[in-house]
């Protein structure tokens, strides 16, 4: 048995987003075509994430 290591969690002080998981950013997909039929690609680009605003932690409400 190996010793116990006395486990001690860290809170931490605020949630992390929920949307982009504590990055602040978001991936996601870009769309071409008519708003009536939009087609995924398979580009991807970055975007500030607009539920945190690039915190990373999840706002408090
Ligand atoms: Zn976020």
Redesign the pocket.
Known sequence: MAARKSPAPRKPRAKK?P??KGV?EITETVRVGSARKPRETADRQAAF?L??FGT?TAPTD
């Open positions: 987003c949307d982009c602040g994430c539920t945190c990373g």
